[in-house]
C-alpha cells in the first residue's frame, strides 16, 4: 500500500462533508477524494438492500481510485453496510457509527441517551444494539424532516423549532443527559435541539472523533502521506455537480472548484 494514496470518503449526498473538514484538519497532508451518491439521496428512507447496494458501489467506485483508507461519513450507510464492507475491501474501512458510539458511552452518567437519527439507521438498530449491550437505556428517535429542512437553508426557521418539539417531546422526563446525533445533517440544527432538550442534555457530534480516530489508524499503520506539498481535494457526484457544489456551502467551509460527475 503506497502511503501517498489518497483518502476515500463516501456520503448519501453533501453532508458528509462536515466529516471531511475534520478530516482535513485532522490530516492536513492527505489526498482526499469525496464522493456524493446524490443520484440515490436520501438514503434515510430506502430499504437495507437498496442502501448496502450503493455503499459496494461507492466503495468500488473509490477503490478504483487506489484509496489507502475508506471514510463512510454517512451514518445511513454505515449503520447498514460497514460490516460487509470491512469484510469486503482490502484497505481498512472506518465509519461515523464507532466513534459516536464510544462518545456517547463515555459522555453518560445516568446511562439514558437518546439516538437521533433516519427512520432507516433507526430501523437498522444497529446503536440499539451496541448500547443496550454496555447496559445503556437508549430513546432512538427517527426524524425524517430534519434532512430537507437542513437542505432547504431552513435550519433557523422558526418551523425548524416546531419540527424538533414536535420529534423531541416524547425525551422530556426521561432522564437522558447525552444525546448523539447520528446523521449528517443534523449538527446544523443543534441550536434547535439544544433550545427544545434543554442545556443539561449534551449534544454529540462524531464528526472530529471519525478524523481523530481516522489519524491515529493512518500513524499506527505507517500510512500517513509523508509529504508536505499541497494536498488534492477531489469531488464526485453521481448526479447534478452544480447542485452538489451550491449545497455543498452549508457543510464545508472551503470553496469547492470543480464536482465530477460520474
Ligand atoms: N447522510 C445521511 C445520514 O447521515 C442523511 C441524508 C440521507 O438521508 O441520505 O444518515
Redesign the pocket.
Known amino acids: 500500500m503506497d502511503s501517498s494514496n489518497p483518502i476515500g470518503l463516501f456520503?448519501?449526498?453533501v453532508?458528509?462533508l462536515t466529516v471531511m473538514s475534520e478530516v482535513v484538519k485532522a490530516l492536513p497532508n492527505e489526498h482526499i477524494l469525496y464522493l456524493g451518491d446524490t443520484a440515490?439521496?436520501?438514503?434515510?428512507?430506502?430499504s437495507p438492500s437498496a442502501i448496502i447496494r450503493f455503499a459496494i458501489e461507492n466503495a468500488n467506485f473509490l477503490m478504483r481510485q487506489k484509496i489507502k483508507l475508506l471514510i463512510i461519513?454517512?451514518?445511513?450507510?454505515?449503520?447498514h453496510a460497514i460490516d460487509i464492507l470491512q469484510t469486503l475491501l482490502p484497505i481498512p474501512v472506518l465509519g461515523?457509527r464507532d466513534p459516536g458510539f464510544c462518545d456517547l458511552l463515555q459522555a453518560t452518567r445516568t446511562k439514558r441517551v437518546a439516538v437521533l437519527?433516519?427512520a432507516?439507521?433507526i430501523a437498522s438498530g444497529t446503536f440499539q444494539t451496541l448500547l443496550q449491550a454496555e447496559k445503556l437505556h437508549v430513546y432512538p428517535i427517527a426524524c425524517p424532516l430534519f434532512?430537507p429542512f437542513v437542505e432547504e437553508g431552513l435550519q433557523n426557521h422558526a418551523a425548524a423549532k416546531l419540527i424538533a418539539e414536535y420529534y423531541l417531546s416524547s425525551l422530556k422526563g426521561t432522564g437522558i443527559d447525552v444525546a448523539l446525533l447520528?446523521?449528517?445533517?443534523y449538527p446544523l440544527l443543534s441550536t434547535v435541539i439544544q433550545e427544545v432538550l434543554g442545556t443539561e442534555v449534551r449534544l454529540i457530534e462524531p464528526a472530529h472523533s471519525t478524523a481523530q480516530m481516522a489519524a491515529q489508524l493512518l500513524k499506527e499503520r505507517n500510512l500517513l502521506n509523508p509529504s508536505t506539498s499541497s494536498p488534492i481535494y477531489r469531488f464526485f457526484a453521481s448526479d447534478d455537480p452544480e447542485k452538489f457544489r451550491r449545497l455543498a456551502k452549508i457543510f464545508f467551509p472551503f470553496p469547492i472548484e470543480k464536482v465530477e460527475l460520474v
Open positions: 456520503d448519501s449526498g453532508g458528509g440515490h439521496l436520501p438514503y434515510g428512507n430506502k461519513s454517512c451514518h445511513t450507510a454505515c449503520a461515523v437519527a433516519t432507516s439507521t434532512v447520528a446523521c449528517t445533517h
